[in-house]
């Protein structure tokens, strides 16, 4: 099945794909949407962020939808906001060429007087983070028993978040619904304990290897150096970037926002965002560099969850991140939608081990930088 047609994608759908150069399908969306497309069931997809799951959950998920209908037919639980706003955004864009689909995305720290508001309007998809939908559907301003799709994204992510409790209530009031679609990078016991509590015995299992989710369009290289000249090194890195945005990765908290300070001391239009940031803070950030006023952002692996910025050029890795799923969560967020991109990895040599490992179990082709 070698496009989206094949998998049995309207053509209406596939104009909208064209225009942001999605053209083959993912090894994940080749597995998943005929399974969506083909009935009303349930499924478990275990894949690593930027495999491109958006696309397998919401292109099936969009095709159930019956647009003459003014009532809310999908759910789709989020873990943050910006992933959240990125999924109903995506949506929007998918559906530009056929008949009006209207999604609404809600989450804390916005009023809800608002988003009370928002809801009052045709809405056929209601994208959520739980919190915000459980005191939306307490104050009666959505209605989820006439839900037919529920899908659950980031779901360990939600979990590690300590939603565990709000997912068991949401999918509690939600046990009507035809079809629950679970995507998981990781398969934690509390989410073990989900599925078996709220999904089919059923339910369809996919699993998309670590090899199998490698973007090949990523050209992954390292660099060996001292501590000591990190920062000298990135520098020097940036200076051959010249316009090209990326996001410099740090292990800490602590070492982010000592970096984005060195960074700007040289000139340099960076900014870092942390999980400590209040969301204003972090909203600001994130406007400044989506609008290219903030040539680099430096981020930490828990705080970049959710960001979606087309045309990363490269990713740098200024501490390796301790599992190798978040090596591949970094990576993903440059060659996005067809382009390519850079993974550059600043390693000690004591590091290299780590990198050396990363490499064997992902099935990498890791080249020294020159």
Known sequence: MGNFADLGIKKDFIKGLSELNIITPSEIQKQVIPILLAGNCDLVGQAQTGTGKTAA????????????SKEIQ?????????????????????TKYSDKIFTESVYGGERIE????????????????????????????????????VVLDEADEMLSMGFKKDLEDILQQ???????????????QGIQEIVKNFLSPAAHKIEISPEQATNQNIEHQF????????????????????????????KTKAVAIKLSKQLISKNISADAIHGDLKQIERDKVMRAFKNESLQILVATDLAARGIDIE?????????????AEYYTHRSGRTARAGRTGLSLSLVTSKELKSLRHFEKVLTLDLNQAR
């Open 311 to 323: 045309a990363l050029s490269y990713v740098v890795h200024y501490t390796l991140p301790d599992q």
């Open 74 to 94: 999908a759910l789709i639980l989020s873990p943050t906001r910006e992933l959240g706003q990125q999924i109903a955004k995506q949506l929007f864009k998918f």
């Open 114 to 149: 608002i988003q009370i508001k928002n809801l009052k309007r045709p809405t056929h998809i209601v994208v959520a983070t739980p919190g915000r939908l459980l005191d939306l559907v307490r104050r009666k301003a959505v209605d989820l028993r006439r839900v037919k799709t």
């Open 57 to 68: 959950f919401g292109l099936p998920l969009l095709q159930k939808i019956n647009p003459k």
């Open 174 to 188: 939600t046990k009507l619904a035809e079809s629950k679609w679970l995507f998981s990078a990781t398969m934690p």
């Open 223 to 250: 660099a060996i150096c001292e501590e000591g000249e990190k920062l000298a090194l990135l520098c020097k890195f940036l200076k051959t970037q010249h316009k090209n945005r990326g996001v410099v990765f740090c």
